[in-house]
């Protein structure tokens, strides 16, 4: 078999990289940034393996691709956390939780007395939450690492420049708007702070009408908070509107980030399509995966089996369309 | 239908563009309930050269004639800022103006929206100010040269509907002959009828329909009451009454059996 080309290093290439190699497909990853790292959307992203909290917003399609992310990145050598998740609301709000409720599954409500089992110091400000227990979290730039280095143990390096062979996926993100011209960005900002004092297990999204924000922990008290979703390509610097939002919601959640160091103040924009929905195009003899806009993480595992089944001629009978996502 | 500035508009609906699960939803939005004018913030979107494009592209795609706002300014400088941007980008000078008093409430600052809106009108712009339901602020907007009034049913975002339907109803018989447009606060297509019932020409709302759980739907719901309380309003309706009175007399009925 031929080897395939894979333009790319972000979550989406390695992903596919790694899905190829442990099918016994040869290929090659070609990046010019050499790796991933601060140049990509992935650096910047929270690592909620979360599709039923997802499904809030996003459609069906998103929910279910979703549930093999956590197992295929633990297969792949990442370190998962499989401790779920929580959502909360501060007092005016619950009735953003009810909503939030209505319109997800997977999930148990819990009172302040359950709550504090998981939780101890959220329930000291929240007296309900819903508690989606199969969901899991990683971090990403860990995860990252572990996808390259497992790539290397199978003699996979990533090149900075390489002409690309007559079989080629495409997984440049943004960068691929020349070939997919209704790809867009949707800028996400983010925020990395270390607060000894505030001890949670499990990722915890605080509902808000304006300002609505996650944490998802990284261990050693490092925290990851997240992240705005604003209709934008630019690239730049975190702006004082956002971070003040960011940081606000977090001292909101709990008193004790108001101590926090500020390790990190990041933003990047994702690439998506018009319907938000990821999509893998076969086009010649190129793949293109990408439009995997907020869910890098959650959706990369389920594309990169996809463009593999196609690659390995498995996909005959699933659909490959430009217009459609895959369902 | 309405007319703004001299410009006939084809739907009472003025829809938002922000807070859409994606612009594929929007745009299902825009085309099942006929909304007539688009708004479109500023204040988020910009984030640097060129960085809105792809969204604002969508936009326009929709043929819509674009109602850019200055959503989140808290001055007369940011808001006015804001307007020069819009009308740049979007080739308009029609902007919504928000200058916003209190970032709780987001209720409008008198002072500073007449303040604004003078020095927008003065500048050729066509000012659509999003105000409160008092009269004499009314009245100094329309001073400033505006020649729309845009009353908020209830503050941004909070879906409660006309809270002040007498305040409503005053400004309303104050300036009969000012398009007026129900601005922020409604909720439901309910909230939409009465208005129009009050005589108010159009309705803008974003959230009701964008967070919904089906905004397609949602939308077209409000499209419909529209249609409703409008077709009331010009059917010269009853008004309530304490008495009761029977739909059919009953003296002289014939006592069968």
Redesign the interface.
């Known amino acids: 078999m031929s080897t395939v080309t894979i333009l790319g290093a972000g979550v989406a290439g390695l992903c596919v990289a790694t899905e190829l190699v442990a099918r016994d497909v040869p290929v090659r990853v070609v990046d010019p940034a050499g790796g991933p790292g601060a140049h990509g959307c992935s650096w910047w992203a929270g690592g909620m393996l979360a599709p039923f909290c997802e499904g809030e917003?996003?459609?069906a399609t998103v929910v279910a691709m979703g549930q093999e992310a956590a197992e295929w990145w633990t297969r792949a050598g990442a370190e998962v956390t499989c401790n779920g998740s929580l959502v909360v609301a501060l007092g005016r709000d619950r009735q953003e939780l009810d909503r939030f409720g209505?319109?997800t599954e997977g999930h148990a409500a819990l009172d302040r007395a359950g709550l504090a089992t998981l939780e101890p110091q959220v329930a000291e400000r929240f007296d309900r939450a819903l508690h989606f227990r199969t969901e899991a979290h990683l971090d990403p730039r860990r995860a990252l690492r572990a996808l390259v280095e497992g790539l290397a143990r199978r003699g996979v390096t990533i090149a900075r420049e390489g002409t690309p062979g007559p079989r080629v996926i495409d997984c440049r993100g943004l960068a691929a708007r020349d070939a997919l011209p209704d790809?867009?960005?949707v800028?996400g900002e983010m925020a990395v702070l270390r607060a000894p004092e505030v001890s949670l297990s499990r990722p915890v999204r605080l509902l808000h009408?304006?300002h609505p924000l996650y944490v998802v922990p990284r261990g050693d008290g490092v925290f990851m908070l997240g992240a705005t979703q604003?209709?934008?390509?630019?690239r730049?610097p975190v702006?004082l509107r956002s971070a003040v939002e960011l940081l606000g919601a977090a001292y909101a959640l709990d008193p004790a980030f108001g101590e926090a160091e500020v390790l990190e103040l990041g933003a990047d924009a994702r690439p998506?399509f018009?319907?938000?929905?990821p999509r893998v195009v076969a086009r010649g003899d190129t793949i293109h995966v990408n439009g995997l806009f907020r869910h890098g993480f959650l959706l990369a595992p389920a594309l990169a089996r996809r463009a593999a089944d196609h690659v390995t001629g498995q996909a005959a009978t699933e659909r490959m369309h430009e217009n459609h996502a895959e369902r | 239908m309405p007319e703004f500035y001299g410009t006939h508009v084809a739907s009472r609906l003025m829809l938002g563009t922000a807070q859409y699960?994606?612009?594929?939803?929007l745009?299902d939005a825009f085309r099942r309930s006929g909304a007539g004018i688009a708004t479109v913030s500023l204040r988020?979107?910009?984030?640097?050269?060129?960085?809105?494009?792809?969204?604002w592209e969508?936009i326009r795609a929709l043929g819509l004639p674009v109602l850019p706002n200055t959503a989140g300014c808290h001055s007369v400088r940011e808001a006015v800022t804001t307007a020069h941007m819009a009308r740049e980008l979007f080739d308009t000078d029609w902007i919504k103006l928000e200058v916003i008093g209190h970032a709780d409430t987001l209720q409008p600052d008198p002072f500073g929206l007449v303040e604004a809106a003078r020095i927008l009108t003065e500048d050729g712009f066509r000012v659509f100010p999003y105000t409160t339901e008092d009269g004499v602020l009314g009245g100094r907007l329309l001073e400033a040269g505006c020649e729309v009034l845009m009353p908020w049913g209830a503050p941004i975002?909070t879906g409660r509907g006309l809270n002040n339907v007498y305040g409503l109803r005053t400004l309303r018989a104050q300036f009969p002959d000012v398009p007026m447009v129900i601005d922020a606060g409604l909720g439901l297509p309910s909230h939409a009828a009465q208005a129009m019932e009050l005589g108010f020409d159009a309705v803008l709302l974003n959230t009701a329909v964008a967070r919904a759980?089906d905004p397609a739907a949602m939308a077209e719901g409000f499209a419909r009451a529209l249609e409703a309380g409008r077709l009331a309003r010009e059917a010269d309706p009853m008004e309530p009454r304490d008495m009761a009175a029977p739909s059919t007399p009953v003296l002289g009925l014939a006592v069968l059996g």
């Open positions: 917003t996003a459609e209505r319109r790809l867009r960005g800028r009408p304006r604003i209709e934008s390509g630019a730049g702006r998506a018009p319907d938000n929905l | 699960p994606s612009p594929r939803v745009e988020r979107e910009a984030g640097g050269e060129g960085a809105g494009t792809a969204f969508m975002g759980g």
